[in-house]
Every structure is written in C-alpha cells, then in structure tokens.
C-alpha cells in the first residue's frame, strides 16, 4: 500500500508562527509594535473586567481505548462491535444496555461490569447521527448524568490531520498525513503541540495572545502534572503546581539541617549579583521563582473547593482516593484564587496515565473509566463551588485512539477516537458533534488495523475552544497552521 509522505508544509507555517510569535516578546525590536498592539486590543475586545475564561486540558496518557468509552448500540454497530472484540483468552467486547451485572464474575470483566449505559443525545448539532443509540462504558454512570444533564458533550473521531483524508485517499498515498503516526511520544507532542517536534503547544500560543489581559502572565498556564508542551508558548511558560500548591525552592522554607541560618545563607548565594551573565541570568531566574512562589501560595492558601470523595474501582470493587481528582482539585482551587492572583485568562494542564492497554484491558480499563467518570463530575461540582462553572472549559485528549479489533485481551494503537467537552452554559452538551463512524462499515472510517481515519482534526475542535477563548480568525491561523485547509473551523460544541 503506498503512503503519503509525511507533512512538509506544517515547518514553514510554523515558522512563520514562530517569527510572528517572536515580535510579542520583542525579540525583533521596533517591528513587533503593531502585532503587539494588536494582542493588547485582545483585552477590551474579548475579556472585559470581571471576565474569566479556562481551559483545562485533561490528557489521557497511552492512548484512550475511545471504542470502549463511546459506543453506538443500533443492531448493525453492535453486531460487527462484538465480533471484533469477542476473540482471544480475554474478550474485551462490552454487554449491551440492561445486561445486569454478574457480582460472582471476575472483576473488571464485562460480565461483572454488566450493560453499557444508554445515552440521549439531542441530535439538533449532527443530524446525521440521528436514529441512532449510543452509550458510554458501564463503569461512566457520572458522565452519563453529565451528558444527560447537559453539560458534557462527545466530540467523535478526532485526531491529527493535516487536511481532509477519505480512506481512498489514504489507500492512493494521494494526500499529506501527519508523521510518526502510532507513536506514543510524536503523537502525544501531535495532540498538544500539533507537531512531533514543536517546541510550543497550541494552549500555551492561545496564552500568549491573551497574556496582555492577566496582571501576572506568568500565571496564564499551570501544570499539575510536571512539564507539558501544550502550555509552553513563545513568551508565556507553565507554571508548575502539585496539591499542596507551588513547588518551592528546596532549603528555604525552614531550617536547613537543622539551622535557620543555613537557609538565609542559601537564600543570598542563589539571589546574589554575578560579573558573570550566565550567574546573573540563574540568578534572576531563581529570585522570581521564589517570588512567584510566595505571591502564589498566598492566594492558593486563600482558596478552598469541597475536597473530592473516593471512587469504586471495579477492577478490585474497592473504594479509594483518586490521584486525578486530586489534581483537578488543586485546579478547582487555583480558578478560584484567579483574581487574587490577577488573571483573567489560563490555560491548565493534567493528565492521567495507564492507558496503553495492549495488555489486561479489561482490569485497567474499566478502572480507567471509573476514575474519569469520577473526576468529571467532580472537577464539575469543585467549579461550581466557586461560582465559575460557565467559565470553564475541559476537554479530553490522548496519544491516540486504539485499533477496533481486539488482540486477544487488549487493543493495539489505533488514530482516530472520541473526546469529551465538559462545561457549563457555554459548552453545548448532551451532544454528538461529528459524524460518528459506522463500526464494521468499511468505507467510512477503518483503515489497516482497523483504526480509526479521523474525520475532524485537533487544529478545529483546538479552534473551536481558542475562539470561545476570545482569539479571532487570524489569531487562529497562527495558532493552528492547519485550519485553513478544513471548510469548518468551529464544530460548533462551544455556544
């Protein structure tokens, strides 16, 4: 079969991003006024006082198994479902809605998980999905209420594109595709930064055009879980927080061995001036850490959100913490601490990790599902405890999908999956948005190794959020080079 050849055209577009990019921090002296006045116009325009907006990128870290998450039930869908999920020593296929659960089977297996719960879409934002059933994994009872509550959304079939790509034109090598596809590392760089090799993510370059209207930029993109490249932008970097809150210089707070002293004394060595520009450059860098920290932790202190219950794992029928509604907490708390910490645009990432299930899926899995279910609904509760539900947007991402066919207990690395929108007023939920692919119908999606041909690109469900976010039309080519070969540029899941 002869392949495209990977995407040449996204290095020049990047490029020219990068040197529009670069005028904001002045790198380019004098020419870059009118592109920053133009960033500074962004406040009066899209973030009056009082104004807040988020996005939360929860990244499912492995490559989310989506055709377990969300799944058509009509007869033809589920028949060809079950026959490529039956096979191997530990099928993997899910039972149909109102199969009761079996408490005597092994846990975790789909037997003792039972039917998968139907969802009521609306059917007003794809028609073409109409007359057909869905449901989502039977350990998801919270994301169904969501879903049916209005405020989740299901965006089907995503993934990298560089343009619009028919499983013919795959087959003819006839159109560019993205490169180093099924790779956990380029494809989770491709979800987040819309490149293997981009040295910023699509979040952090929405930051940097907003980053005008927050009094503290260095607080416009927060991690919770360690270095991401979706945050970093040109001018703007993540700010790295854990549950406690921000990650202090260690030998300050406190005595050091034992002796006060000893710490002040740390304090002035690595604050101090230097002849030497390397020594001065650590310098500046370590002192506005530790003032950043401090200014921080204050208005993180300050902020408190109900603190998250444990979740039932089916996998072992115990309940226990949940590590991810432990950080979607220590976010909940820092969009409530935003105005004291003089923001009015951020961009958050998390991520959950244990999603390469080529092996034992229906243990990992199902516990996997358990715990999103779980941190949705409450990471929805934590915002509208601080009274920002509407002004906060999350959605799901991952490396990738995972194939259709079974491996005999788990599944192989697949392209295309569906991803979850999650908000208040301004995410459009209890929707489908795209056309969900006809499992088993060979033309419309599946392509070797029965994965999934995305039928909706990450630069329009990225736009989408990044026009919600307050950036226009042109801001948005900059961001995503790719948008402009796609006839859609909103898919229409934000109001």
């Excluded at 993540?238 to 002796?259: D, M, R």
């Excluded at 932790?297 to 432990?326: G, I, K």
């Excluded at 915002?383 to 906060?392: E, F, K, Q, W």
């Excluded at 929108?421 to 029965?450: C, K, M, Q, W, Y």
Aim: aromatic share 8%.
């Amino acid at each position: 079969m002869k392949r495209p050849p990977d995407d040449l055209r996204f290095s020049a577009a990047r490029r020219h991003f990068l040197r529009t990019s670069a005028l904001v921090s002045g790198a380019a002296g004098t020419m870059g006024v009118p592109f920053a006045l133009n960033l500074a116009a962004l406040a009066p325009a899209h973030a009056q006082a009082g104004d807040y907006k988020a996005i939360v990128c929860l990244f499912l870290n492995g490559g989310n198994d989506a055709t377990n998450m969300v799944l058509p039930t009509d007869a033809a869908s589920w028949a060809a479902y079950a026959a490529a999920r039956s096979n191997g020593p530990d099928p993997i296929a899910l039972l149909p809605p109102g199969t009761a659960a079996d408490t005597g089977a092994r846990p975790g297996t789909p037997s003792a998980l039972g039917g998968v719960l139907p969802i009521m879409p609306r059917f007003a934002a794809a028609p073409v999905n109409a007359g057909r059933p869905f449901a989502l994994h039977p350990a998801m009872a919270e994301a169904a209420d969501l879903f049916q509550a209005g405020r989740l959304a299901v965006v089907a079939n995503v993934g990298p594109l560089i343009e619009p790509l028919t499983r013919d034109e795959w087959m003819a090598g006839t159109r560019r595709v993205p490169s180093k596809l099924y790779s956990h590392n380029d494809q989770a760089a491709t979800w987040q930064a819309l490149h293997p090799d981009a040295g910023a993510g699509w979040g952090g370059r929405l930051a940097d055009l907003m980053m005008s209207v927050n009094g503290q930029a260095r607080f416009s993109c927060m991690s919770v879980s360690g270095n991401a490249v979706f945050g970093a932008g040109q001018s703007v970097q993540p700010y790295q927080v854990e549950k406690a809150g921000a990650i202090a210089v260690q030998g300050l707070n406190g005595p050091l061995f034992g002796s006060s002293l000893a710490s002040s004394n740390l304090h002035t060595i690595i604050t101090a001036g230097s002849d030497h520009l390397l020594m001065q450059e650590h310098a500046a860098v370590v002192k506005r850490s530790i003032d950043a920290q401090v200014e921080f932790q204050a208005a993180f202190e300050a902020s408190t959100v109900p603190s998250p219950s444990p979740y039932w794992s089916p996998a072992n029928r115990l309940t226990q913490p949940s590590d991810l509604a432990l950080r979607l907490e220590t976010i909940a708390r820092v969009i409530g601490a935003h105005a004291a910490l003089g923001t009015r645009r951020q961009v958050f990432f998390v991520s959950i990790t244990g999603f390469d299930t080529h092996d034992h899926q229906n243990a990992v899995h199902s516990d996997l599902m358990a715990k999103l279910s779980h941190g949705l609904a409450y990471f929805d509760s934590a915002i509208a405890a601080t009274g920002l539900r509407d002004s906060v947007t999350l959605f799901t991402a991952s490396d990738f999908g995972r194939a259709l066919s079974s491996n005999g207990d788990g599944t192989d690395h697949g392209w295309g999956a569906h991803h979850f929108v999650l908000g208040g007023a301004d995410v459009r939920g209890g929707e489908i948005f795209g056309r969900f692919p006809e499992i088993g119908v060979e033309h419309t999606a599946s392509i070797d190794s029965n994965a999934l041909l995305p039928a909706l690109s990450i630069d329009q469900l990225g736009a989408t959020i990044g026009r919600w976010f307050g950036a226009g039309d042109t801001d948005l080519d900059l961001v995503f080079p790719n948008l402009r070969n796609f006839s859609s540029r909103d898919l229409g899941f934000m109001a």
